[in-house]
T-cell receptor, first 113, second 114 residues
């Protein structure tokens, strides 16, 4: 039972353009959502998060949008840079379940110069 | 500030053996979580330790066990290794155990079971 899904295994974008990574979830109890970035041979690093009481959170080039009715969130990267090339994981948590994060399968982003 | 460190980085074991993986938390963090990441998948929650007590467990059998020590470092033990246990094992520490805590991950231990 995949509660968090990232249906695009890979995405290729030209440098300077927008990257949009998508994530869907099924559990309506999730109230906190995070994006992590992972480079090869490194652990995931936190990128940005959003609480379920918001529909948008922005941090520099990164913006996360949450559509609770559709159980969908997306990460926008503008403008995309070659250094953004990595695997991006969407994750969700239920406050009552403590620190258990449910991760999606990941989307590998490639930003071409 | 020292980040999360894991040892060893790589390990090869044979089926039926036992393995212990180690993790040092980031300074000031009292919570440690362990995740298993199979090839091509996202990390899956194994369990979490908060102040030396298990504080939540995922869908893993009892042969996966853990410890957290007074200095908040942690061990993951896996008994009776199976081929499907081959994966990257990630340790993450956090300031607390609530659902909205930011996790800081180590680089992982790549376990191969032959």
């Amino acid at each position: 039972d995949q509660q968090v899904k990232q249906n695009s295994p890979s995405l290729s974008v030209q440098e300077g353009r927008i990257s949009i990574l998508n994530c869907d979830y099924t559990n309506s109890m999730f109230d906190y959502f995070l994006w992590y970035k992972k480079y090869p041979a490194e652990g995931p690093t936190f990128l940005i998060s959003i609480s379920s009481i918001k529909d948008k959170n922005e941090d520099g080039r990164f913006t996360v949008f949450l559509n609770k009715s559709a159980k969908h969130l997306s990460l926008h990267i503008v403008p995309s840079q070659p250094g953004d090339s990595a695997v991006y994981f969407c994750a969700a948590s239920d406050y009552n379940q403590g620190g258990k994060l449910i991760f999606g399968q990941g989307t590998e982003l490639s930003v071409k110069p | 500030e020292t980040g999360v460190t894991q040892s060893p980085t790589h390990l090869i074991k044979t089926r039926g053996q036992q393995v212990t993986l180690r993790c040092s938390s980031q300074s000031g963090h009292n919570t440690v979580s362990w995740y298993q990441q199979a090839l091509g998948q996202g990390p899956q929650f194994i369990f979490q330790y908060y102040r030396e007590e298990e504080n939540g467990r995922g869908n893993f059998p009892p042969r996966f066990s853990g410890l957290q020590f007074p200095n908040y470092s942690s061990e993951l033990n896996v008994n009776a290794l199976e081929l499907d246990d081959s994966a990257l094992y990630l340790c993450a520490s956090s300031l607390g155990s609530s659902g909205n805590e930011k996790l800081f991950f180590g680089s992982g231990t790549q376990l191969s079971v032959l």
